[in-house]
């Protein structure tokens, strides 16, 4: 069964950075994406990127700071985030379709369960 686990997550000050990363098992995706929900509003879209890394997509809000990359000898997604601001505090999910990348959640079949980032000012 195919299983996303994401890790990472943290409490940090603003200007701070980390870096999550997302753990495929089970299956073999072509595409992966950082989703992100912060309470009280919807998910968001934060990153995307294709099989051959040649392809990715941010959320402008996240452009030039955060940066999606992937190791696929270890089926692994990650979210390098520097600069972080209060405002990118959220849980941060990761997704992944055997499609086409893609900026949309509805195009995602797999997600993980989360991970906490807490951005302090």
């Known amino acids: 069964q195919a299983q996303l686990v994401e890790s990472g997550g943290g409490s940090v000050q603003a200007g701070d950075s980390l870096r999550l990363s997302c753990g495929a098992s089970?299956?073999?995706?072509?595409?992966y994406g950082w989703f992100r929900q912060a309470p009280g509003k919807e998910r968001e879209f934060v990153a995307a990127?294709?099989?051959?890394?040649?392809?990715?997509y941010y959320a402008d809000s996240v452009k030039g700071r955060f940066t999606i990359s992937r190791d696929n000898a270890k089926n692994t997604l990650y979210l390098q985030m520097n600069s972080l601001k209060p405002e990118d505090t959220a849980t941060y999910y990761c997704?992944?379709?055997?499609?086409?990348?893609?900026?949309?959640?509805?195009?995602?079949?797999?997600w993980g369960q989360g991970t906490q980032v807490t951005v302090s000012s």
């Open positions: 997704a992944a379709t055997r499609g086409r990348v893609s900026t949309q959640g509805l195009s995602y079949g797999y």
């Open positions: 089970g299956r073999t995706f072509s595409s």
């Open positions: 990127i294709n099989w051959s890394g040649g392809d990715a």
